[in-house]
């Protein structure tokens, strides 16, 4: 199993669409969950960031955190076709030299088309 | 402020020669993480700095990859000799481990080919 595992794409959307993106992690232990957006030839970015169970929203952008399923998501709501891009998920080590090591999901493509 | 800086953007070089990457962290980001990024295998870190100390190396391939950090704005990976599956995104990140918030900023990456 892997550590992180994202649900598989590419996923298309229409405009103006709500898009979801999901991820699930196997290390109960850990604290910290992030979401990047990564365009073509580009680097990272960071979107967002969740540490408690619940909902994050920042904009169209709304964080999930299930701790008890292992289970963290992404919906971007009116998902607009800059939106398109490859999304990763990003987990937290949980203690030791794991602390502060990120391992990321292979990433979901998503498309949105006008 | 600028962001992590990463030197050169891209590189291609030939089977056998020793190729040196460099990245210059966001100022006051106390922790450096060296990650490759392939199609097939996509974002892997391959070793972690705090402090300018190594403190998880276990993603390093083997022996011909190697990284240093000797002051707290500097990091190498070299690798000698370099092999056609090296090839792929190198990125270098930083972040300031001493807050709550552990997140990490890319570089924009230095692309290698080997041939």
């Known amino acids: 199993q892997k550590e992180v595992e994202q649900n598989s794409g590419p996923l298309s959307v229409p405009e103006g669409a709500i898009a979801s993106l999901n991820c699930t992690y196997s290390?109960?232990?850990?604290?910290?969950f992030f979401w990047y957006r990564q365009y073509s030839g580009k680097s990272p970015e960071l979107i967002m960031f969740?540490?408690?169970?619940g909902d994050k929203e920042d904009g169209r952008f709304t964080a999930q955190l299930n701790k008890a399923s292992q289970y963290v998501s992404l919906l971007i709501r009116d998902s607009q076709p800059s939106d398109s891009a490859t999304y990763l998920c990003?987990?937290?080590?949980?203690?030791?030299?794991?602390?502060?090591?990120?391992?990321f999901g292979q990433g979901t493509i998503l498309t949105v088309h006008p | 402020d600028a962001g992590v800086i990463q030197s050169p953007r891209h590189e291609v070089t030939e089977m056998g020669q020793e190729v040196t990457l460099r990245c210059k962290p966001i100022?006051?980001?106390?922790?450096l993480f060296w990650y490759r990024q392939t199609m097939m295998r996509g974002l892997e870190l391959l070793i972690y700095?705090?402090?300018?100390?190594?403190?998880?190396d276990s993603g390093m391939p083997e022996d011909r990859f190697s990284a240093k950090m000797p002051n707290a704005s500097f990091s190498t990976l070299k690798i000698q000799p370099s092999e056609p599956r090296d090839s792929a995104v190198y990125f270098c990140?930083?972040?300031?481990?001493?807050?709550?918030?552990?997140?990490?900023?890319f570089g924009p990456g230095t692309r290698l080919l080997v041939l």
């Open positions: 990140a930083s972040s300031d481990q001493r807050t709550a918030q552990e997140t990490q900023y």
């Open positions: 290390d109960r232990g850990s604290q910290s």
């Open positions: 969740i540490y408690s169970n």
């Open positions: 990003a987990v937290n080590g949980a203690g030791g030299t794991s602390y502060g090591k990120l391992t």
């Open positions: 100022s006051g980001h106390n922790s």
């Open positions: 700095f705090n402090n300018n100390v190594p403190i998880d």
